[in-house]
């Protein structure tokens, strides 16, 4: 078997972990061999630059410098992690990847879709998710969620301006790729978990 690229992407508080949380179960007990990642982050290497870009103390970080450091660290993790999973067929499910900077840097920041997703397609090798399951959810919803669950990161803090340009952005990117599969992250989370067992059943 080939391995398997599936992504979640989604604005703050749509509820990501918990849905790959328990697509992570349910192929685990079909007893196929998956890998958890994550990112900014997913390596040691990465780790380090995910703590630099969400620190609340770098609020001074321009959004060049952000979007270089989201694609530096997308590099060491698909080096070390995703490419040699792929390879040895193991089905990779990641928290967030390219999408997530060119909606958040590219469109919200303002830098431009095109741009971030040149960057990135170099920083990657030009791997690309053989699926993404978008959950979309309103704005002021997801950082209400958030507010309520934890200390907000960097990125968390900003605006409801900025965060609703993120809503707009995810909306924009779900017609640039039909590999994107949106779902309404605001149903019940056995719903959603259904949708997505569904769909990934006819993938595999």
Do not use: W
Request: charged residues 30%; proline residues 3%.
């Amino acid at each position: 078997m080939k391995g398997l690229f599936i992504t979640f992407e989604g604005p703050d508080g749509s509820g990501k972990t918990t849905q790959i949380n328990l697509l992570n179960d349910y192929l685990t007990k079909c007893g196929y061999d998956v890998v958890l990642t994550r990112e900014p982050g997913g390596t040691q290497i990465s780790e380090k630059i995910r703590d630099v870009i969400l620190n609340p103390e770098n609020k001074g970080m321009s959004p060049v410098c952000e979007a270089l450091l989201y694609a530096a660290s997308r590099a060491q993790h698909v080096y070390e992690v995703i490419l040699p999973s792929l390879k040895c067929g193991k089905i990779v499910i990641c928290d967030r990847f390219v999408d997530s900077s060119v909606v958040y840097q590219g469109y919200a920041r303002g830098l431009g879709e095109d741009l971030i997703e040149n960057i990135n397609n170099y920083a990657t090798l030009g791997i690309e998710p053989d699926i993404t399951f978008l959950l979309n959810l309103p704005a002021e919803i997801g950082i209400k969620r958030k507010k309520e669950s934890k200390k907000l990161d960097r990125l968390e803090q900003e605006s409801i301006i900025f965060h609703e340009k993120v809503s707009e952005g995810y909306n924009r990117m779900k017609d640039r790729h039909k590999r994107i599969f949106e779902i309404d992250a605001a149903m019940e989370v056995d719903v959603i978990h259904s949708v997505i067992i569904e769909k990934i059943k006819n993938i595999l």
